[in-house]
T-cell receptor, first 117, second 115 residues
Framework: GAVVSQHPSRVICKSGTSVKIECRSL??????MFWYRQFPKQSLMLMAT?????????EQGVEKDKFLINHASLTLSTLTVTSAHPEDSSFYIC?????????????FGEGSWLTVV | AQKVTQAQTEISVVEKEDVTLDCVYE???????LFWYKQPPSGELVFLIR??????QNEISGRYSWNFQKSTSSFNFTITASQVVDSAVYFC????????????FGTGTRLTIIP
């Protein structure tokens, strides 16, 4: 079964509105989660590292004010796409390391398809 | 810096044929981890395998097998007796600084199994 859960799986929003995507770790605490973006038929690009209790670390070229990341608890990280535009339409997916310490495996959520109309 | 190359963009094989997906990586670190993920049309990334740099043993899991060759910096993935359900995009990925936890992905190989 899934160890990392993402919601919603699909969302359509109007241009100019904001949309929130949730990433939850199931049955374990994730001090660090990662957010990726994937354009059609392309690879996954890391957007940011979400750190529980502190600010996210963004990759070069990712707009911090547009993609707000909040990691308020050890089991939940959220990505909010603010003032969304059609070019933000993409597949967003999060990941977490399981278990949080030691040699481990990285699992991904189910992903979220965002369509901005 | 680290890099993962999947030179095969798309592969099509007839069902029941064997198919090998290539993965070549670059890293300066001596300690690193390699991963393979499967991404079906629904989008989720399914974990297939993790291999650390100190373990060059090949691994077999059912119809799946992996060949790790440090000498050529390759971590190839073979599916034997392919099935239609194997159709997906397959990604090879690397972490070379485990404390960093950042996965570097290859560009993926789209595998189509023809019935």
């Amino acid at each position: 079964g899934a160890v990392v859960s993402q919601h919603p799986s699909r969302v359509i929003c109007k241009s100019g509105t904001s949309v929130k995507i949730e990433c939850r770790s199931l049955d374990f605490q994730a001090t660090t989660m990662f957010w990726y973006r994937q354009f059609p038929k392309q690879s996954l690009m890391l957007m940011a590292t979400s750190n529980e209790g502190s600010k996210a670390t963004y990759e070069q070229g990712v707009e911090k004010d547009k993609f707000l990341i909040n990691h308020a608890s050890l089991t939940l990280s959220t990505l909010t796409v603010t003032s969304a535009h059609p070019e933000d339409s993409s597949f967003y997916i999060c990941s977490a390391r399981v278990p949080p310490t030691g040699p481990s495996t990285i699992y991904f959520g189910e992903g979220s398809w965002l369509t901005v109309v | 810096a680290q890099k993962v190359t999947q030179a095969q963009t798309e592969i099509s094989v007839v069902e029941k044929e064997d198919v090998t997906l290539d993965c070549v990586y670059e890293t300066r670190d001596t300690t690193y981890y390699l991963f393979w993920y499967k991404q079906p049309p629904s989008g989720e990334l399914v974990f297939l395998i993790r291999r650390n740099s100190f373990d060059e043993q090949n691994e077999i899991s059912g119809r799946y097998s992996w060949n790790f060759q440090k000498s050529t910096s390759s971590f190839n993935f073979t599916i034997t007796a392919s099935q239609v359900v194997d159709s997906a995009v397959y990604f090879c990925a690397l972490i070379s600084n485990f404390g960093n936890e950042k996965l570097t992905f290859g560009t993926g190989t789209r595998l189509t199994i023809i019935p």
